[in-house]
Structure formats: structure tokens, C-alpha cells
């Protein structure tokens, strides 16, 4: 913290173009090391390299984007309701940026929002995730061989009671971001509000793919199985919910829980395989939970629903694709996050029906209708209350130039990535400059 404030004014004074210009060589120096950080990834946490890939992509977009930053960050000039009378807004940094990332996108998520709180002039104190650190730490030698001053990032390993609400209550924090659960973000919030500290929180989902008895079945599978099982279903986007028509349930039932039989778990890192372990025993057994929690409730289990164990399975928390079907809305499976690879189908009779039960959760982070009809999908469009939402795709891919982020319980009302990011990390100023040589009152002289 001390050397987040001692650096801070002068990465402030750094004009906004030069601090672009570091995140720009930042971004060519991920570009070069992009294999050898997604193999530390894949190592770190799973996922498989194709994604860890991704992810460390995701990075690259990010501060390339930002880079870029440096020299827009536009306010308004707007005219004087008085003569001889300028008026401009623009944006100034909050100060100390305390960040607190997950584990599930480990460059990326620190990326969205670091890079965003370094090109406005913030410093920033990072805690990274507790099975994470690697990906962080990889982020920020990146960014210290780019040039970056010393104390302008500065992350501490650590837990959420040790790290984490020490750095969300510091009186030096001006702003905090947070994306985990919605349990912890909700005590992120408690903790900011008393000094009314900042505070922008990315939380949990329950996100919903709308498959119509119109839809192209094939490609509706292909993404229930990359929305659903990617990422290991570790994903605040994952398609857990699947509403089908009733009309085409049974085919679509069918061919998607063959598909999810058919992956290969295993080892991120051998080219093969297509889905990776859960991130740790902890989440595994809150997988193996809700797969009890179903059964309980009725569902009925389609494939998988047990863990994966010696041989090849020996070295990681490792759980098979797991489909419940017949579920219903109000089932707990239907309706709570799991963050692991498993789906629930609800076999619904319309698109009206589809979207009641999708907007019927507490969460409102991504949706998607999969129709031929136009009608169909700007209906859905328009009526699903959730910040992301997809035609004919699944529930994941958001882009980084797109705000991210979601209504209801999944959010506080900020987004990241886009320029929506920029007014998390900045405050605005707006300014006046009476050239008149004698005293103007607003409002007082209008009329005159
Ligand atoms: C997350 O799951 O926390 O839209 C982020 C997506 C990714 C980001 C996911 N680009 O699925």
C-alpha cells in the first residue's frame, strides 16, 4: 500500500499517451510469450490449453484496447449557457486501485482491470487468487519488462482474510473490484460502504440457453456443449440451463448427452483432451453436492454425476459431464450456481415460457436463444434482463470491447472491458473558465 501511494503521483503526472504506450509494450511482450504463459496457466489451474490460450488472448485484447485509451479517454466540451464562457469535463484518476481477481480466468479478469485503472493513472494492489498467483505474477513481470515504475502494480499472495479484506478496508483504497462469488462480493460491498469507497463487484450466474423447436438442433448442441462443459463449466458465463422445447426435447436430449459422454477429460496440456479437472477438491465436492441435490430433487440423471479417479485422473480434482434432465424452474439445480460440468435441461412449452424461467433467477449475466426466426430472437433479445446476451451462440465468448457484466444479483450496475470500464476507475471533473473579466452568475443572469 505504501508504495501504491508513494508511486502514485507520479504515474498520475505520466501524460495518459506514455502510460499507453507501456501498456502497448505490454501487449507486444504477451503476444511473444502467449504459449509459454497459457502452459504455466494450464499448469496453474487446467483449463486446457486451447483456452488457457484464449484467456491469455483475452489479456492481449485488453491491453491493446486500453493502450489505446491513452490518448482518447474523451470528455465533453460542451457551450456556456453564458458568454465568454468555456466548459470541458474530464476524467481524473481515484488513486489506489485494490483488485481482487478469481481463479477461473486468471490473466484475462486481472487484465479487465488493471489495464482500464493504469491508463487513467490509478496504482494498483492486486490480490490474486489463492490457486492463481502464477498467472497474476507472469502478468506483472510483463508489465515491469514493459517498463512499468516500480510501485505502480503490486500484488500480495495471499487469502481472502488475510490479503483481501485488509486491502478492501485500507483507507487508502479508493476503488475496489471484485469478481467471485456473490456471497463475497456482497461483504466486499458492506466493507466499502462505510467510507463509500468505490466498489465495483462481477458475481455469480445462472445462465440460460434457449434452444426453440426451430432451432438448427446441431449447432444448438455444438454450443450447449462448449456453454456448458467449457472452462469445466468454470465459467461466470456457463451455460448451466438449457430450456428446450418440448417439441424437440427428446432429440435434442439425446444427441447433447451423447456429446457430453463422449468428451475427453484429462490433462490440459495434452492436445486431446477437451475438458480439464475442477480447480480443487473444495469445488469438486460442491459439484458432487448439487449432483446429490438433484438427484434428491427429482431430476434425472442423464450421464456422468461421479468423480474421475486414478490413471490418468490420478493428479487433479477431476468430475465427469454431468446432464440432469426433466428438471424443473424451481429446482435448486435450475437455479443456483455449481461452477462445474453440470447442466440441467427444462423442457419448456414456448418462448414466452423460455424467457419467464430465464428471468426467474436471482442472477443476470448472459442468455441465448437458439431460433430461424427473427421474430423469435429480438423477442428474447429484448426481454431477457441480462447485460450479455447471444443469437444462435451459446451463453460464453464475450468480447473485450463489449461491456461485461450483469443485472440483478450478478452485478452492482458497473461493466468492465469496453470504455464502461473506464467510469469504474476514474471520477469526472467538469470545468469552467469564465474569459469574461467580470463576475457571471449561472442561472442568476440567464434571461437578462
Ligand atoms: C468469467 O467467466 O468470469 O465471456 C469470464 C466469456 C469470457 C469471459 C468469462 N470471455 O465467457
Excluded at 232 to 246: D, E, F, L, N
Excluded at 320 to 334: H, L
Aim: hydrophobic residues 40%.
Amino acid at each position: 500500500m505504501a508504495a501504491a501511494r508513494d508511486a502514485f503521483p507520479r504515474w498520475r503526472a505520466l501524460p495518459a499517451p506514455k502510460r499507453g504506450e507501456i501498456l502497448f509494450r505490454a501487449a507486444e511482450r504477451l503476444v511473444q510469450k502467449k504459449e509459454e504463459l497459457a502452459r504455466d496457466m494450464t499448469r496453474e489451474m487446467g483449463k486446457v490449453l486451447a483456452e488457457t490460450r484464449g484467456d491469455v488472448q483475452e489479456a492481449i485484447d485488453m491491453t491493446y484496447y486500453m493502450a489505446g485509451e491513452g490518448r482518447r479517454q474523451f470528455g465533453q466540451t460542451t457551450p456556456s449557457e453564458l458568454p465568454d464562457k468555456f466548459q470541458m469535463s474530464v476524467r481524473m484518476p481515484v488513486g489506489i486501485a485494490g483488485l481482487i481477481t478469481p481463479w477461473n480466468f486468471p490473466m484475462a479478469i486481472p487484465s479487465w482491470k488493471m489495464m482500464p485503472a493504469l491508463v487513467l493513472g490509478n496504482t494498483v494492489v492486486i490480490k490474486p487468487a489463492t490457486d492463481t498467483p502464477l498467472s497474476v505474477a507472469n502478468l506483472v513481470g510483463v508489465l515491469e519488462e514493459a517498463g512499468l515504475p516500480p510501485g505502480v502494480v503490486n500484488m500480495v499472495t495471499g487469502g481472502g482474510a488475510d490479503v483481501g479484506a485488509p486491502l478492501m478496508q485500507h483507507e487508502d483504497v479508493g476503488i475496489v473490484s471484485f469478481t467471485g462469488s456473490t456471497a463475497v462480493g456482497r461483504k466486499v460491498s458492506e466493507a466499502c460502504a462505510p467510507a463509500f469507497k468505490h466498489c465495483h463487484l462481477e458475481m455469480g450466474g445462472k445462465n440460460l440457453i434457449m434452444v426453440m423447436d426451430d432451432a438448427r438442433l446441431d449447432l444448438a448442441v455444438e454450443g450447449a456443449v462448449w456453454g456448458g462443459f467449457g472452462t469445466t463449466g468454470q465459467r461466470c458465463t456457463a451455460a448451466s440451463r438449457i430450456t428446450v422445447h418440448k417439441k424437440v426435447y427428446r432429440e435434442f436430449a439425446e444427441s447433447f448427452v451423447e456429446r457430453a459422454r463422449a468428451l475427453r477429460v484429462g490433462d490440459g496440456l495434452d492436445p486431446e483432451v477437451e475438458m480439464g479437472p475442477c480447480i480443487n477438491e473444495a469445488q469438486r465436492r460442491t459439484v458432487e453436492g448439487y449432483v446429490k441435490i438433484a438427484a434428491g430433487e427429482g431430476a434425472k440423471l442423464l450421464c456422468g454425476g461421479h468423480r474421475l479417479e486414478g490413471g490418468a485422473w490420478a493428479h487433479g480434482y477431476f468430475h465427469e459431464p454431468t446432464v440432469f434432465g426433466d428438471c424443473s424452474p424451481s429446482m435448486r439445480i435450475s437455479r443456483e450456481e455449481v461452477f462445474g460440468p453440470v447442466v440441467s435441461l427444462i423442457p419448456v412449452g414456448s418462448l414466452e415460457e423460455a424467457i419467464e424461467v430465464g428471468n426467474s433467477v436471482e442472477y443476470g449475466l448472459s442468455a441465448s436463444v437458439y431460433t430461424q426466426d427473427i421474430n423469435k430472437a429480438f423477442t428474447a433479445m429484448r426481454e431477457m434482463y441480462t447485460g450479455i446476451f447471444y443469437v444462435n451462440a451459446p451463453t460464453i465468448g464475450a468480447e473485450t470491447h463489449l461491456p461485461f457484466g450483469g443485472t440483478k444479483h450478478t452485478g452492482n450496475g458497473h461493466r468492465e472491458a469496453c470504455v464502461q470500464a473506464l467510469e469504474v476507475f476514474s471520477e469526472w471533473k467538469s470545468i469552467y473558465i469564465d474569459y469574461s473579466g467580470h463576475l457571471q452568475r449561472a442561472q442568476i443572469d440567464t434571461g437578462e
